[in-house]
């Protein structure tokens, strides 16, 4: 069973960068046919996709976000990260990472989500 | 790219069926067979319900459906019952430049 989880810090002050790290277990990030995926919600609202990333590295990125977004991968570790500068309020929100599947298109496994809120 | 336009709520009695619609642009629900649905509980992750527009995951109840006509897709819930109230969300596939964009999301109320 694949299994995801997000790990960072839960408070970013205003104009800094968020950083976050997903971790895979139950499989190798390497293996298959999977984008590795951002999506996060602000509270009470809906999910606002950010990103994904291929095992080669290969990455794409929501247009409205791209100048802020950098999605990297460690396969050593399994992990694939997501970095967004210069934050203000309006990027508070619930933060998942997300397996995809290219040839179905849809995300199948998620991960609990983690809190980041943007705060001086 | 906005967000796919969804009903704010729906709601529907033990039971019932209730219909849940999900609206686009030729550029995306009408433009390609790539829509899936997820139910979100409170404070928990999104599930996969339907996947490219009305497969459903193994597991998930055959009281769920999902179709599509021009650019709106939809998410029927048959013989509704407790555990299905949740928010309810779309996503499709949106062309190679803004790939994947969601749904305003909906609330199934179960009365």
């Known amino acids: 069973q694949v299994q995801l989880q997000e790990s960072g810090p839960g408070l970013v002050k205003p104009s800094q960068t968020l950083s976050l790290t997903c971790t895979v277990s139950?499989?190798?990030?390497?293996?298959?046919?999977?984008?590795w995926s951002w999506i996060r919600q602000p509270a009470g609202k809906g999910l606002e996709w950010i990103g994904r990333?291929?095992?080669?590295?290969?990455?794409n990125y929501n247009p409205s976000l791209k100048s802020r977004v950098t999605i990297s991968v460690d396969t050593s570790k399994n992990q694939f990260s997501l970095k967004l500068s210069s934050v203000t309020a309006a990027d508070t929100a619930v933060y998942y990472c997300?397996?995809?599947?290219?040839?179905?298109?849809?995300?199948?496994?998620w991960g609990q989500g983690t809190l980041v809120t943007v705060s001086s | 790219q906005s967000a796919l336009t969804q009903p704010r709520s729906v709601s529907g009695s033990p039971g019932q069926s209730v219909t849940i619609s999900c609206t686009g642009t030729?550029?995306?629900?009408?433009?390609?067979?790539?829509v899936s649905w997820y139910q979100q509980h409170p404070g928990k992750a999104p599930k996969l319900m339907i996947y490219?527009?009305?497969k459903r995951p193994s597991g998930v109840p055959d009281r769920f459906s999902g179709s599509k006509s021009g650019n709106t897709a939809s998410l029927t819930i048959s013989g509704l019952q407790a555990e299905d109230e949740a928010d309810y969300y779309c996503?499709?596939?949106?062309?190679?430049?803004?790939?994947?964009?969601f749904g305003t999301g909906t609330k199934v109320t179960v009365l």
């Open positions: 997300a397996r995809f599947l290219v040839v179905e298109y849809y995300f199948d496994y």
């Open positions: 139950g499989g190798s990030i390497s293996s298959g046919s999977y984008y």
């Open positions: 990333i291929y095992t080669s590295g290969s990455t």
């Open positions: 030729s550029s995306d629900v009408g433009g390609y067979n790539y």
């Open positions: 490219d527009v009305s």
């Open positions: 996503c499709s596939y949106a062309g190679s430049y803004t790939l994947d964009v």
